[in-house]
């Protein structure tokens, strides 16, 4: 557009510069000086238009396509061709629209859709896309210029709600990997057919409602509450069970105990009555008129001793100790005196 208005211009400005030099001429004698300067002014009327025309035409027409980028070349609203990178010579009446080749980068805010539950689910999303070279001229033939609006855009809204609509609210987060795989494969699928690859879709966020949040976080709260709990419950069984082992501990240790003194007691009692039986077996009449003598002081020298006993005690058993040398005489009175005595008593 801007061509064509400057080569109008020039095309009136040095037009009438060129009739004026034409009719001054026409108007002057042959070779007089207004001939002269009416062939000057035509002269330079042409110059002007070729350097003008020629210099805009050249300005116009050379085009620089920067490195990853293919142009469409357009003449008069048709699209008769493409150019690759590089510089470009592009007549002044086309007018070239660029596209990149290189992997590129879309971002998706509050993509839409909704749980088992219809539910409502938000997600940010991110496409990294390409654009094949050889198809871009036909893909802005089929589809136009903003064939990014037309294709992605709704094919993203779509597949989010087709697939989160397949999960309950609170199973969406945790599956959020296998719905960008399954957004992604059948996003790539479909837009195989427009020559436009699909390098990755990622999953930036899911958000859901405040009132789902706050529901998520009050049963979250609750479900912790209730763990305490049961670990209180399971704590206090815990206790229980070894305060129940301890007293089954104890009790069996006293009941071992006493069963231990009782045998015990046993073995005693059977021992002193083997010891009984012996001692019983062991005592004679003598004997025990020994022993009862042999318990006796060795300070004594007067025994009384009840009559009709029938013991019969020997002097030299009472005065044992003495020598065989000592007075008779000194023995039989005391004998005499300890039968008397008894008697008396």
Known sequence: MVWFVSVAIAIVLCGVAFLFGRAMRSEAEPGSPESDRGLIIIVLSIIVFVIWAGAHTALSSLKQIEAGNIAVVYRFGEIVGSRGEGLQFIAPYEYIRTESIKVQRARFDNVSGFSAETQEVNVSATVNYRVDPSAVER??????????????????????????????????????????????????DDLQEFSVTVQDLLIDNVDFTEEFKRSITEKQ???????REEERIVQAQNEATQAEERAKGEAAAEVARAKGEAEARVLR????????????????????????????????????????????????????????DDDESQILPATTTTAGTGAGN
């Open 269 to 324: 009692a059977q021992a002193q009555a083997e010891a009984n039986r012996l001692l019983d077996e062991s005592l004679t009449p003598k004997v025990i008129q020994f022993l009862a003598i042999d318990k006796l002081a060795p300070t004594i020298d007067i025994a009384l001793i009840p009559s009709g006993q029938g013991i019969i005690l020997d002097p030299a058993t009472l005065l044992g100790g003495l020598d065989d």
């Open 139 to 188: 893909l802005y033939r089929e589809v136009g210029p903003n064939w990014f609006d037309i294709l992605v855009e709704p094919r993203i809204n779509q597949y989010f709600k087709a697939e989160t609509v397949k999960y309950n609210t609170v199973d969406i987060a945790p599956n959020r990997e296998t719905i960008r795989e399954n957004v992604r494969d059948e996003l790539a």
């Open 221 to 227: 709260i609750a479900a912790q509450n209730a763990l």
